[in-house]
């Protein structure tokens, strides 16, 4: 079975602390992705990797840096955490092959900045 | 560019009703990937179902069933017989064949009543 882990499940955080979110996972899978989930705004994607040291914007890339040194860990940086920040923030990867793989993801990580 | 849409906000039934959860997408690939996830309250997305576009049998699994037609541009989802344990945010995905990122739908929220 695929297996995404994501360190922290709850993490409560203050306004300017930096913040990371760290990601493996143990299917040899190339591409690994960020998302945060919000009420009504469903899944966005913050950052993509497709190979290790490479990155790629998502849809709202802004506040957020990634790091990805190794090809199993993907990690997410808020350099200086906001409130509107608050959020679920999900995992996930995906082998890219031939054949287009599915997407897995990992529990998620419910992150509050007060 | 991509898009996928769940035009039903939430859903709700009683234990034993059938219910049919819909899904319309846009893209101008001719080879791309359609999925369906639940997300239970606990938060994790759970991968059900990958169908490819040059793919359109219906699928069944239980009492899960996948009816797809690119004739309207739908993969829409079927529970039989629902049960409480249904009860999650089902969440509807495309991928197109040369990219990496998956676009989500915004989501249906199932609630089933005992």
């Known amino acids: 079975d695929v297996k995404v882990t994501q360190s922290s499940r709850y993490l409560v955080k203050r306004t300017g602390e930096k913040v990371f979110l760290e990601c493996v996972q143990d299917?040899?899978?190339?591409?690994m992705f960020w998302y945060r989930q919000d009420p009504g705004l469903g899944l966005r994607l913050i950052y993509f990797s497709y190979d290790v040291k490479m990155k790629e914007k998502g849809d709202i890339p802004e506040g957020y840096s990634v790091s990805r040194e190794k090809k199993e860990r993907f990690s997410l940086i808020l350099e200086s955490a906001s409130t509107n920040q608050t959020s679920m923030y999900l995992c996930?990867?995906?082998?890219?092959?031939?054949?287009?793989?599915?997407?897995?993801f990992g529990e998620g990580s419910w992150l509050t900045v007060v | 560019a991509q898009k996928v849409t769940q035009a039903q906000t939430e859903i709700s039934v009683v234990e034993k009703e059938d219910v049919t959860l819909d899904c319309v997408y846009e893209t101008r690939d001719t080879t791309y990937y359609l999925f369906w996830y639940k997300q239970p309250p606990s938060g994790e997305l759970v991968f059900l179902i990958r169908r490819n576009s040059f793919d359109e049998q219906n699928e069944i699994s239980g009492r899960y069933s996948w009816n797809f037609q690119k004739s309207t541009s739908s993969f829409n989802f079927t529970i039989t017989a629902s049960q409480v344990v249904d009860s999650a945010v089902y969440f509807c995905a495309l991928s197109e064949n040369y990219g990496q990122n998956f676009v989500f739908g915004p989501g249906t929220r199932l609630s089933v009543l005992p």
């Open positions: 299917m040899d899978h190339e591409n």
């Open positions: 996930a990867s995906s082998f890219e092959g031939r054949l287009k793989n599915t997407i897995y």
